[in-house]
């Protein structure tokens, strides 16, 4: 168990609707990122959050945002809904100023199914 | 072409072979090189952490980066069958230490 827990597991959503995922990270860290998944691929960076603010961002429109509570919480919003947004979507908490390796844990991830 | 480039797979050994993974890039700045194994539907699990060139060993793992020919890979000595899972290479460069860029995963098959 790495302490990174995440929510929903699973959820179903239709085209154009919109979709919040949380995350809770372990205790201790401060940093936040967030990443997708499609099937079969490696997981893609989406956006990164330290002390409630957006700190680097990977190549998503905006349509996804994020947030970082003051407990170092997080949530991940997509608005719009397409299709291609199906995946599993992973959260990763980790400790600035220490080396990434060896603190960057992951959730078990919310798997997205847009129909 | 992407940044990293990892072999595909899927691989399948016998249990107690030597599995090599391997994976290529493309961003000379790159600094931070990791291995995570991932089960099927779960998060992905840290294995081995290397920082620049050079080996690390721990257990049946051994992690080994060339930033010269910007190729690093991962051993598994005596392969076991719980070893199989999916296999991904991340980097990440300094200063965004955090924002780790992945391979597209290796699926292992370890055969009893």
């Known amino acids: 168990e790495t302490g990174v827990t995440q929510s929903p597991t699973h959820l179903i959503k239709t085209r154009g609707q919109q979709v919040t995922l949380r995350c809770s990270s372990q205790?201790?860290?401060?940093?936040v990122s967030w990443y997708q998944q499609a099937l079969g691929q490696g997981p893609q960076f989406i956006f990164q959050?330290?002390?409630?603010?957006?700190?680097g961002r990977g190549n998503f429109p905006p349509r996804f945002s994020g947030l970082q509570f003051p407990n170092y919480s997080s949530e991940l919003n997509v608005n719009a809904l397409e299709l291609d947004d199906s995946a599993l979507y992973l959260c990763a908490s980790s400790s600035a100023g220490t080396g990434p390796g060896n603190t960057i844990y992951f959730g078990e991830g919310s798997w997205l199914t847009v129909v | 072409q992407k940044e990293v480039e990892q072999d595909p797979g899927p691989l399948s050994v016998p249990e107690g072979a030597i599995v090599s993974l391997n994976c290529t890039y493309s961003?000379?700045?790159?600094?931070?090189f990791m291995w995570y194994r991932q089960y099927s539907r779960k998060g992905p699990e840290l294995l081995m952490y290397t920082y620049s060139s050079g080996n690390k060993e721990d257990g049946r793992f051994t992690a080994q980066v060339d930033k010269s020919s910007k190729y690093i890979s991962l051993f598994i000595r005596d392969s076991q069958p719980s070893d199989s899972a999916t296999y991904l290479c991340a980097m990440s460069v300094a200063g965004s230490a955090r924002q780790l860029t992945f391979g597209s995963g290796t699926q292992l098959t370890v055969l009893p």
């Open positions: 205790s201790g860290h401060n940093t």
């Open positions: 961003n000379s700045a790159f600094q931070y």
């Open positions: 959050y330290y002390r409630e603010e957006e700190n």
